[in-house]
């Protein structure tokens, strides 16, 4: 089974781009999208995070107040709103999906059994 991501690009500074994830082929009930970047020499951080359960969201501090996770159910869908963006945005972006148990509560930084993960997609920040 494949995540499919799509959306990334090439964007001035202070632009924005929209990331789109489609889990619908997993089928799950109880499960999180995550959002997970990677740049060049540096290690993978998580970026956001959004329960497909109870909506609840999650961000890191670096993209808090710029970035905004959503989802769409009924199309098994998130999408990552990116705004202002900063050079230090560009990396390969991953959509990932950990599923959960009914009553888990889940943030970006406790994400970290990923059951299955998209192939990247790039995003660049440059003028």
């Known amino acids: 089974v494949q995540l499919q991501a799509s959306g990334g690009g090439l964007v001035q500074p202070g632009g924005s781009l929209r990331l789109s994830c489609d889990a619908s082929a997993l089928g799950l009930d109880f499960y999180a999208i995550g959002w997970f970047r990677q740049a060049s020499g540096k290690e993978r951080e998580g970026v956001s995070c959004?329960?497909?359960?109870?909506?609840?969201?999650s961000y890191s501090d670096s993209v808090k107040g710029r970035f905004t996770i959503s989802r769409d159910n009924a199309k098994g869908s998130v999408y990552l709103q990116m705004d202002s963006l900063r050079p230090e945005d560009t990396a390969v972006y991953y959509c990932?999906?950990?599923?959960?148990?009914?009553?888990?509560?889940?943030?970006?930084?406790?994400?970290?059994?990923?059951?299955?993960w998209g192939k990247g997609t790039l995003v660049t920040v440059s003028s």
């Open positions: 990932a999906v950990q599923v959960l148990s009914p009553i888990q509560k889940i943030t970006i930084a406790t994400m970290t059994r990923v059951d299955w």
């Open positions: 959004i329960s497909m359960s109870d909506g609840s969201t």
